[in-house]
Structures are given as C-alpha cells and as structure tokens.
C-alpha cells in the first residue's frame, strides 16, 4: 500500500568464504550475504505473486530453468542430452557452446531492470515498491568480530534475496530473443547448440557464431558481460562422425573477437560431456570426489555413531553419485560395476568395514538398492513427475504423445492407466 521496503532490511553483512584452502587473492573468496531474515518473508509472498504472475501469462521462456518450481539442472541436462543422442541417432554432430556470465547477478542495472517489469505489465504502484526495493541499499564486509564501513550499493539484484534469482531471470529472459539456435538456460548459464551434418558442419558453426554476436551485441546493451575464457565449445557425435571431421579447415566458434577453443570434455552444469558422449570422464570425476570425501571422512569413521555417519553419507557422499544420474543411462557395465564399487565405499565407511568384506547385508540393512535399481528408481522417479507434476517442464512433458487424453490438460492418474491400458 505505500510502495515502500522498509530501509532497516536494505542493509547486508557480506562474510567471504574461501573458495580453496590457501585463497591467496580476491577472487579466491566467495561473498556471502547475510539479510535480516524477517526481509525474506515479505519477499517470499512478494515472489509467490509474482511467479504467479509470470507463469500464467506464459513471460518468461520455457526454457529458462533456473529458480522456477518443478525445475532443476537435472531436468535440463535432461533436456540437452536427450536432444544429442537423438542428433547421434540420425548421424548428425552437434555443435554445443556453453557461455559464462562474469558476476552476472551483481551487474544487473536497475533501471532496464524497472523498464523491464514495466514492460510486462506491472502495476505503477508495485513498481515503485520494486523500486523502493532495490535502491537505497548498503553493505560491509564483516570477518568474525570486525566490519567494514557501509558502502553504497548501485547494482546487483541483492545477493541472498528470495526475490533476486526470479528478478535475474525476468532480465535474462529478453536474450532469447536474439538466439536462432536451440539454447537452454540456467539462470545466468546458457546453452547454445545446433545439430548439424558432416557436410554441413561449417555453415552450422557459422550460425552459432552469428548467435555469440547477436547475445554480445545484447550484453553490450545490457551491462552485462560474457567471459569467453571461462566460456567451452565442443563437437559431439558418434565415434564413426567424430574423426571425420575436418578440424583444420572448420571455422572457430568466435565471441566478441575471442576464439573460443573446441574441448574434448566440458562441464556442463556439473556434468563432464566428452565428444562422444561416452561418460568415461563424467564417471572418473564423479570417482575422484568421492574417494576425496570418503577419504577425509575416514579419519572420523571409528568416533561417529552409525546414524550420523549414515547422514553424511547421504549428504556427502551419495549425492556425489545421483546427481543428474538420469540423464546418463547409457553406461557401459564396466561403468556401472565402478558406481557401484562407489556405493559400496560409503557403505564401509558406515559399518567400519575392510576392503574385501562383503556388503550385501550391511545394503540391506540401510535399506539401499543396488546402483543399478538405484538409478532406475530416480529415472522412474522422474517420470512420474513428469506426466503428473503441472509444474514439471514442457520440454519433458512434449517428448511424450498420450492415447486418448488432450495435449493441453493435465494428466491425471485415471488418464495415464487409461493411456497406457
């Protein structure tokens, strides 16, 4: 009613944390920010209204699935993955290039971001509160008992606010509009690809390039910037494609005059996608991880209770090993043999076992399914929100056709047992 947020709520206490374990500069710190925790509840109904908002007036792109309920990396690795391997299956390369914001979410400008929501249709009076809610902010840098003095803050969706990574997307979204390729989003992470045939393999980076020029022309005119250091390039296709492919005379991905190397292997939201999609590099990661939290676990296995080791073993361990695991099934035997190997080390580090003792019984105990019904379970799992979550992307829910049930409602438990019948 009076367009305002409150200035008390506008001020943060910033904490660095270190990225590594000897942070020697700047960059090596990554800046928390501490809100007054009562700010996130006015947020939080402020985001509900607005996400609602958003959704049924179908603003920002369908494939956008950063921060949006029913959305993760998962279901957009999901999404890119499926789109490659279906590329594979009729013998095309896909030329994937993977661009990276630098300190996008602090770099946001305040007034193309009103413009912005002025454009979609919000109401004068909810404008002004969103700009009461922006400007006027302050904050220090605090280190255990010491602060800073408070300095002024002219940019940024704040960091830590329930309202900042929709804000974000609704800045991000008009982007898409520049891009001809297929993309996919994550917040400030964009994907851009094109499936391509051999012989066509040089116009299709062509293409791209025009895209990384349309997004840089974009970003100029935004205030945002595009590192294209830190950015990746890489060609995937079947082993028979891969070496024909004419690497001296093809044309370099190029952004804003920066070429941008082709890798054997990029991570893809921290997921390792190599030229042939074959996952041997995602899966010697995934083992390195594991091995080094297991390993500094180790020290406190024979201190701990079970029911605490079986906690961090969920929490660090296992979710090493499911992340983003339904969208890479096609894992070889030998593959599958390691996770499972994977499993069965936290499985000892619970129960105290040696190397060549048998866990079978310790798995039944802690209820855990061998790797392979594991990941069927989380495939399965996923399904299912797929065909009766609303929430649930539409680019999965498209990749299926029902029998006898309209495209455009919401499919319920009847309908899929009668579909399926």
Not at 33 to 55: A, G, H, R
Not at 97 to 111: C, E, I, M, P, Q
Not at 291 to 301: G, P
Request: aromatic share 10%.
């Amino acid at each position: 009613m009076t367009s305002k947020f409150p200035e008390a709520w506008k001020k943060a206490q910033i904490i660095p944390l270190p990225k590594k374990a000897n942070p020697a500069s700047f960059s090596d710190f990554r800046p928390i920010s501490i809100l007054p925790f009562i700010s996130k509840v006015l947020e939080k109904l402020v985001y509900q209204q607005l996400s609602l908002f958003l959704n049924k007036n179908c603003i920002l792109s369908p494939l956008q699935s950063g921060f949006r309920p029913g959305h993760s990396t998962v279901t957009a690795l999901v999404k890119v993955t499926d789109d490659i391997r279906r590329a594979m299956d009729n013998k095309e390369l896909t030329v994937l290039t993977l661009l990276d914001f630098s300190n996008a979410f602090n770099t946001v400008d305040y007034d193309i971001l009103l413009s912005l929501l002025r454009s979609i249709n919000i109401s004068p009076s909810v404008l002004e509160w969103f700009r009461s809610y922006l400007n006027g902010r302050q904050q220090r840098i605090r280190i255990e008992e010491s602060s800073s003095s408070w300095c002024d803050v002219a940019a940024g969706v704040p960091q830590g606010g329930v309202l900042s990574p929709l804000l974000f997307a609704i800045f991000i979204n008009s982007i898409t509009h520049r891009i001809s390729s297929l993309y996919h989003m994550y917040a400030d992470d964009i994907q851009i690809y094109r499936h391509s045939t051999l012989g066509n393999l040089g116009p299709t980076v062509s293409a791209v390039n025009s895209d990384l020029s349309n997004i840089s022309e974009w970003s100029r005119q935004y205030g945002l910037k595009v590192n294209p250091v830190k950015s990746q390039a890489i060609i995937i296709g079947s082993p028979g494609l891969g070496v024909r492919v004419d690497w001296q005379n093809l044309p370099p991905v190029v952004y804003n005059g920066v070429t941008i190397p082709y890798c054997d292997t990029v991570k893809d939201l921290g997921l390792h996608l190599d030229k042939q999609l074959s996952w041997s590099v995602h899966v010697n990661v995934l083992s390195r991880r594991m091995f080094a939290t297991i390993r500094s676990l180790r020290r406190l296995r024979s201190v701990l209770p079970i029911p605490t080791k079986v906690m961090l073993a969920h929490s660090l361990i296992l979710s090493i090993l499911d992340y983003a695991d339904a969208s890479y099934l096609n894992l070889t035997e030998d593959q599958l043999n390691k996770l499972e190997r994977l499993q069965n080390l936290a499985i000892r580090f619970i129960f105290g076992l040696r190397k060549y003792d048998h866990v079978s019984e310790f798995r039944l105990k802690l209820k855990w399914l061998p790797i392979r019904r594991r990941r069927d379970l989380h495939v399965l799992s996923l399904l299912y929100c797929v065909l009766f979550n609303p929430k649930t992307p539409s680019y999965l829910k498209e990749k299926f056709n029902f029998l006898g049930v309209q495209s455009d409602t919401f499919l319920s438990y009847a309908d899929f047992e009668h579909a399926v019948s």
